[in-house]
T-cell receptor
């Protein structure tokens, strides 16, 4: 079945450093979604990418969808303590399939 | 965006008992899901709650253990039956909104279950 992997599992950075998490699917995805879960909270939708090679920015966050639509990345520039949390990528094989979540990357930011 | 509430927010239960979790959405939604998230882990889909018909369960989850109701388009319940300590987890209700190519999921605040 479809598998979605993320690396790294954990990342500790100094405040102000950059951070990147990578997401890889065993199958082509219809779209890729990114969610953030703060400690003790629930996952919150960040963004969805649909097109091959698509890049979207949200302030300090840059999201990219690979050309083959099997991988994606989230890059945070100049991390802040408010960025702490677990970032999940998720995607369906087709737009009619259920969404499969990756295992997440847990980000810690040292002030 | 949909606003989702869950009750209870947390509970501590004895082994062998059952707990029913309620999920209420502020708008009518077609797709409603139940997830389990064990500490430090990702989200595992338990089932899709279908309005007016039986829920669709994922591999490893069965109706006898996790009966689900979906009486209308804004409400669903998940029951965790005959609980054991292995059922200790966070249970999350989720809805999906779709518009054209756009689809995103909204999650409830979760129910933190501890089974002794």
């Amino acid at each position: 079945g479809q598998q979605v992997m993320q690396i790294p599992q954990y990342q500790h950075v100094q405040e102000g450093e950059d951070f990147t998490t990578y997401c890889n699917s065993s199958t082509t995805l219809s779209n890729i979604q990114w969610y953030k879960q703060r400690p003790g909270g629930h996952p919150v939708f960040l963004i969805q990418l649909v097109k091959s090679g698509e890049v979207k920015k949200q302030k300090r966050l840059t999201f990219q969808f690979g050309e083959a639509k099997k991988n994606s990345s989230l890059h945070i520039t100049a991390t802040q303590t408010t960025d702490v949390g677990t970032y999940f990528c998720a995607g369906p094989k087709t737009s009619y399939d259920k969404v499969i979540f990756g295992p997440g990357t847990s980000l810690s930011v040292i002030p | 965006s949909a606003v989702i509430s869950q009750k209870p927010s947390r509970d501590i239960c004895q082994r062998g008992t059952s707990l029913t979790i309620q999920c209420q959405v502020d708008s009518q939604v077609t797709m409603m899901f139940w997830y389990r998230q064990q500490p430090g882990q990702s989200l595992t889909l338990i089932a899709t709650a279908n309005q007016g018909s039986e829920a669709t369960y994922e591999s490893g989850f069965v109706i006898d253990k996790f009966p689900i109701s979906r009486p209308n388009l804004t409400f669903s319940t998940l029951t965790v039956s005959n609980m054991s300590p292995e059922d200790s987890s966070i249970y999350l209700c989720s809805v999906e909104e779709r518009e054209g190519l756009r689809n995103e999921q909204f999650f409830g605040p979760g129910t933190r279950l501890t089974v002794l």
